[in-house]
């Protein structure tokens, strides 16, 4: 048994699995309040690093500072992502409220797919290389062979922002209102919940941290594309099924045990077979426990 | 006043469409040269569009919602309901329409039956989806995946045992229905969403396997060779072949609607319908939910897997590229454009989303954006279709 190694890809699935975290609890966050399968969320995630690499190449263009111009994209990458997840819950969910189940999800297929092809008509196919956005710390540098500076970003980012999403969900009026909307929607306007605007700031708050996920992936992996929120995004489903959909730490350990479980698959059977290991893992949880790691059981109500 | 306010409501918008494509659309980096360049001429044009777009939005709305107020209670017959009841139309017009079919590779050029071919390849794939989708209401992402069975049976059962194209068609829908039935059986007891997820990594988990496991398969480089379909151990000529094969789809396409329609109206049928209404309300009836949902999935993968036999035979070389998810969602695109359940309704979509871009080359760039409108814009404002499927309804006579 060679640990060195077996080190290696726990720390990797780590990081694989602090990504799949920042999208799988965007999937959860408004699966647990509409009950639909948000198949832009990928995609959303895919235009947030394309706008960072465009702002960061403008901005370092212009002889702005490499920190500053870092710290500006990701900014721009924010806003936009959740610029996009507003708009595209306004067009494409908003009118189907009350629509049967099928049709809000063969929308939703349908805005991810017109992200994808507005990205392909207007930027390109092929793969741009994304710059390095974090630089190499000189403190970590004993470490850096091991686990390279951009990973530990990466795993403290997610942290960071899941304790803030804790604090948002647990302790704000909004994040109150989120949990009583997903409760009971009717309920939930009744007791005065604007229920439009809370579902239009959960859309928001989930693009936005998926967008803080594109850019950290796409600096770490060093090229996007326009089709890479795909299968980042059907995985980071199969994550928030496994955790229990509807239950954010739920979300957080499925996606760590995805994230694990992948590398190690990887690094001890096959890379060719990775993604058909998350799919095997995804009907193999819905055979065994439906609900999930985390999450209940639901009784449906007649 | 009124229309000031609609105006500005729509300069609002256009100010948002503006600041939401400004990265995307207006910037180009070059990575290479890293250079960056300004199209502003776009913006102009996202400008003036989402103006106008934005005020044909507002008025489609309200349009919709002030129908739904009405309730229109006598629902207007469809055109084409209309005319497959009158049967001193109806006859003619089949008959017409057979003399047509039967002449049409007579007529046109090899080029344009080949089109009309793989339009009507789809007409099956289509209607085989229908079942699926539009009859029992399960969303099918990966209907590709069997597709793709049927073609890889028919190319290696040939390759290496010789089998012709005849046996390998029944065996193709057999074997896609048995895997319908080995991938639906732990799903379908479960909420109808989880499926669609399933669905789509089975269709990606076929793709990945056709593409790695050289060994059978031959990776991405595919199998070529595939022999067209024999006619009775006559030789024929390429254009000769082509016609065989447009009969021979015609055939089939025919079958697949006339089964499709006894289905519709089948026990089994009405429990798919039924199902898709209400579930509870249909388990109390006494209808197996789970034994129902798997026969239209098993059902409907069948049609996949046979029109992927007869796709192989006509193309003679298949490989993955040939079966990505976008075709799935093409097939899916069919289905909702033309009319969830409604058999006439697949079929113009089929053919007019195949034959569509086939003939405005110049436009098929902007294919994909076009596809993703339609799915969004006709769940919002038309969600049963172009050709709205019509229930049957039953008189009590006293």
Redesign the interface.
């Known amino acids: 048994m060679d640990f060195s190694y077996l080190g290696q890809l726990l720390l990797g699935g780590l990081t694989r699995g602090s990504i799949y975290a920042l999208l799988a609890l965007g999937y959860t966050m408004v699966y647990g309040i509409i009950?639909?399968?948000n198949f832009a969320h990928g995609d959303i995630y895919m235009?947030g690093a394309?706008?960072a690499?465009?702002?960061s190449?403008?901005l370092l263009?212009y002889g702005v500072p490499h920190l500053a111009a870092i710290i500006l994209a990701g900014v721009?990458a924010v806003i936009?992502s959740s610029?996009?997840g507003y708009?595209v819950e306004k067009?494409?969910y908003k009118?189907?409220r009350n629509?049967?189940?099928?049709?809000?999800?063969?929308?939703a297929?349908?805005?991810?797919?017109?992200l994808?092809?507005?990205?392909?008509?207007?930027?390109t196919s092929d793969f741009?290389?994304f710059p390095a956005l974090i630089p190499n710390f000189k403190f970590w540098a004993p470490y850096e062979s091991l686990f390279s500076s951009t990973e530990l970003v990466i795993l403290i980012t997610t942290i960071v922002v899941m304790i803030l999403l804790t604090v948002l969900i647990k302790f704000t009026k909004i994040g109150k209102a989120m949990r009583a909307t997903s409760q009971d929607r009717v309920m939930a306007a009744l007791m005065g919940i604007n229920v439009d605007r809370v579902i239009s700031i959960t859309f928001i708050v989930g693009s936005a941290i998926a967008a803080i996920g594109g850019v950290l992936i796409a600096s770490h992996i060093g090229q996007i594309n326009f089709y890479m929120g795909?299968?980042a995004g059907?995985k980071a489903?199969?994550a928030a099924?496994l955790g229990g959909i509807g239950s954010m730490p739920g979300a957080v350990l499925g996606s760590f045990v995805l994230g694990l479980s992948e590398s190690l698959f990887t690094g001890y059977v096959s890379s060719?077979?990775q993604?058909?290991f998350?799919?095997t893992i995804?009907?193999a949880i819905?055979?065994f426990r439906?609900s999930g790691l985390l999450g209940r059981s639901e009784n449906?109500k007649? | 006043m009124i229309v000031m306010d609609e105006i500005k409501k729509s300069c609002v918008a256009t100010l948002w469409f503006i600041f939401l494509t400004f990265p995307i659309a207006v910037i180009k980096i070059d990575s290479i040269n890293n250079t960056v360049k300004w199209r502003w001429l776009n913006m102009v044009y996202i400008g003036v569009g989402s103006f106008f777009l934005s005020m044909l939005w507002r008025y489609m709305i309200k349009k919709k919602e002030m129908g739904g107020q009405k309730e229109k209670k006598k629902k207007e017959a469809g055109f084409f309901y209309k005319i497959s009841q009158n049967r001193k139309i109806f006859i003619p017009l089949c008959v017409l329409l057979g003399v047509f079919t039967i002449l049409f590779p007579h007529i046109f050029s090899m080029y344009q039956t080949t089109i009309m071919i793989s339009a009507l390849i789809y007409v099956m794939l289509g209607l085989g989806l229908n079942i699926v989708v539009g009859l029992a209401g399960l969303l099918d992402l990966g209907y590709v995946a069997f597709f793709a069975l049927g073609a890889y049976l028919y190319a290696l059962l040939n390759m290496h045992y010789g089998v012709s194209f005849w046996v390998a068609l029944p065996l193709g829908g057999m074997l896609a229905a048995l895997f319908g039935l080995v991938l639906g059986y732990p799903v379908l007891k479960l909420r109808g969403d989880y499926l669609a997820i399933v669905t789509l990594g089975f269709g990606e988990i076929i793709r990945i396997i056709s593409q790695n496991w050289d060994a059978v398969t031959f990776g991405p480089s595919g199998i070529a060779n595939i022999p067209p379909p024999p006619f009775f151990g006559v030789k024929l000529s390429l254009q000769a072949t082509s016609t065989y094969i447009f009969y021979i789809i015609v055939v089939l396409v025919i079958f697949t609607i006339f089964i499709i329609n006894r289905l519709k109206d089948s026990r089994i049928g009405r429990a798919w319908v039924a199902l898709k209404d209400d579930e509870i309300a249909c388990q109390s009836m006494g209808i197996d939910k789970g034994k129902t949902k798997l026969t239209a999935f098993a059902l409907g993968a069948t049609w996949a897997g046979m029109a992927g036999v007869v796709f192989a035979a006509k193309t003679t070389f298949i490989n993955p590229a040939s079966f990505t998810i976008w075709e799935s969602i093409i097939i899916l695109c069919i289905v909702v454009l033309g009319g969830m359940g409604s058999i006439a309704g697949v079929i113009s979509g089929a053919l007019l989303l195949i034959l569509l871009p086939e003939y405005l080359r110049a436009f098929a760039q902007y294919r994909m954006l076009a596809f993703a409108s339609v799915l969004i814009l006709m769940m919002i404002f038309r969600p049963n279709g172009m050709i709205e499927n019509v229930r049957k309804i039953y008189k009590f006579k006293q």
Request: glycine letters at 2%; zero cysteines; aromatic letters at 14%.
């Open positions: 009950e639909l399968i235009v394309f706008t690499l465009i702002a190449t403008v263009n721009a936009y610029a996009y708009t067009i494409a009118p189907l629509a049967s189940r099928l049709a809000p999800l063969i929308s297929i349908g805005a991810s797919l017109f994808e092809s507005y990205v392909l008509l207007l930027q741009l290389p795909f299968i059907i489903f199969v099924v060719d077979y993604d058909v998350a799919f995804l009907v819905l055979i439906p449906q007649v």
